[in-house]
């Protein structure tokens, strides 16, 4: 009878253990799945990544304009105009490392006036807090309005629906920011108070308070001159670099001017010129900082009669110090680049990628290069080939891997039916170790996508978000990680939630520690059953032979 009990019992507690094994993998979200990224450390989190991408938004009304940084916990945090109420919101939403939203289904709003508020930039300003930037007609003229965002409540830091920037008169249009360097912004737009193009610039500090002149410190306000395409870099030292183009001499020119953290311009009044050839068309203007206090600024023209690349680095003093008029990028002279991309290299230098011809008309391929801070070419001469597929690749996007490298993603169309989007990364030394031409992040047939874009988790991987069709005719936001040597992890939700129990409990090493813990108890409770009946049976022999 006391076999039968202890034997009982301890099948009862072996049993119990089985339970609890099985209950906590079930509250642990599906499928435990083993991360390993480029330093070959291994992490473990309890939600995968889905085929083809996570929704960020599915609101069945329109998504666009959307911007996407990476804050301190490795989270990617977007955010985007949204007409589900009414014209245009802005909302936005965190996706964590594992895929997972922080926030409500579909986002957060976090600006809901009326009218119309499209999202424009988007910047880290430390402290788990972010700002953003917008046009704004909420007062029937476009105004250019701000917010700070606390990330770890969504609530905002500054005015609910956002700090005025500038309310001047008629329309202020195109605003760009980069941080203050103290938690606050720099911010410049495209002005028309004065029925002409102009362009302003004005700091908002981490508080929210105005700190140059009221409605934006002027830096170009030219006659007769129309404006286009501000850009703006951090020159290093709490300021800015601002380049632009415009027409006053009758020819599209690039002009710079640098301000300083108390608002003052230094550089030659209404810009220091770095581009004046005649009949030129620019387009796609960039700047980044050359980590150097200066910047370096790239673009298109037509000097040659084809559309080609060139690039200038100019130094805090504002002096241009590569080749006048401009640094070519590529020399071929068949084909033509467009579609420029550039971002700091993190080593004083600049990574380029662009659309290019070279292959015909009906092919556009990717290609990059690496300028370094002598405006020397350290990667092929005429760009090193980021894609060669069939067909066109455009669109491309880049961040810098922080190892002198870059991240590179795109739409393409080398299956002509659908676009696809692909990402691939080019090392320091130029080389290409992922897979040829790309590694696939989305496909979706009869499904439109567009605008990829792309920020860094730092010494993990990339996130990769973009507008995507495939639930009905507006666009939806996706996202999509990669790990920085070229991995996708993603499960298909069928597999993980048809798991049998016993496969669930025998599933691969890559557990987490509690299955190990309650493993060794279950083989620990194993082993003293056996030695309990084992001197049960010494027992009872010795009573035999004594008897």
């Not at 986002?107 to 988007?122: A, C, D, F, H, W």
């Not at 050839?277 to 700047?287: A, E, K, R, V």
């Not at 290069?369 to 996007?397: F, M, R, V």
Request: glycine residues 8%; negative net charge; hydrophobic residues 35%.
């Amino acid at each position: 009878m006391k076999k039968k009990s202890v034997l009982l019992f301890s099948l009862i507690l072996i049993f119990g253990l089985l339970i609890s094994l099985q209950n906590i993998h079930s509250s642990i979200n599906e499928q435990i799945i083993l991360k390993i990224n480029h330093n070959i450390s291994i992490q473990l989190f309890t939600k995968a990544w889905e085929k083809n991408g996570n929704p960020v938004c599915i609101d069945p009304f329109k998504q666009s304009s959307v911007h996407m940084i990476t804050i301190e916990n490795g989270s990617a945090f977007l955010i985007w105009k949204d007409m589900r109420n009414d014209e245009g919101d802005i909302y936005g939403q965190i996706i964590d490392s594992n895929g997972s939203a922080q926030w409500q289904t579909n986002g957060r709003i976090l600006v809901n006036e009326t009218g119309v508020q499209n999202s424009q930039g988007l910047i880290y300003s430390g402290l788990n807090c972010a700002i953003f930037v917008w046009e704004d007609n909420r007062s029937s003229n476009r105004d250019i309005y701000a917010q700070k965002i606390n990330l770890t409540t969504g609530n905002p830091i500054w005015n609910t629906n956002g700090t005025i920037i500038c309310n001047e008169i008629n329309d202020q249009i195109e605003p760009d920011l980069v941080s203050d360097g103290n938690g606050g912004a720099i911010i410049t737009w495209i002005d028309n108070r004065d029925n002409s193009s102009t362009l302003f610039v004005q700091r908002i500090n981490s508080t929210g308070s105005i700190k140059w002149t009221p409605n934006g410190t002027l830096i170009c306000n030219k006659t007769n001159t129309n404006i286009n395409s501000p850009q703006i870099s951090i020159d290093g030292l709490n300021g800015s670099i601002i380049a632009w183009y415009d027409n006053r001499t009758g020819n599209s020119s690039i002009y710079c001017q640098k301000i300083n953290s108390s608002g003052s311009t230094e550089w030659t009044d209404n810009g220091t010129i770095i581009l004046n050839l005649n009949n030129l068309t620019i387009f796609n203007l960039q700047i980044c900082t050359d980590g150097l206090n200066g910047s370096i600024v790239a673009w298109c023209d037509n000097r040659t009669g084809l559309d080609r690349i060139y690039a200038q680095r100019i130094n805090g003093s504002g002096i241009s110090r590569w080749i006048v008029n401009g640094t070519p990028v590529c020399n071929l002279t068949n084909g033509e680049q467009r579609e420029l991309e550039i971002h700091e290299d993190g080593q004083e230098g600049v990574i380029l990628v662009w659309k290019d011809f070279r292959a015909g008309a009906g092919n556009s391929d990717l290609y990059s290069q690496k300028l370094n801070s002598t405006g020397g070419k350290e990667w092929d001469t005429n760009g090193t080939a980021i894609c060669k597929a069939p067909n066109h690749q455009y669109s491309a996007q880049l961040i810098s891997d922080n190892e002198g490298g870059a991240v590179i993603t795109w739409l393409d169309n080398r299956k002509a039916n659908y676009r696809r989007i692909y990402v691939q990364r080019v090392y320091q030394n130029k080389d290409i170790n992922w897979t040829e031409n790309g590694v696939l992040i989305c496909e979706q047939p009869k499904t439109s996508l567009a605008f990829p874009i792309i920020t860094l988790e730092e010494n993990v991987g990339a996130y990769i978000s973009w507008l995507d069709d495939r639930i009905d005719v507006n666009f939806d936001i996706y996202i999509q990680k990669i790990f920085l040597n070229g991995s996708l992890l993603y499960s298909e939700k069928d597999q993980t939630q048809t798991l049998p129990i016993i496969p669930k409990l025998i599933e691969p090493f890559y557990q987490q520690t509690w299955f190990y813990v309650l493993l060794i108890i279950l083989l620990i409770d194993i082993l003293l059953i056996y030695y309990y009946f084992r001197r049960q049976e010494e027992e009872e022999k010795v009573f035999e032979r004594k008897v």
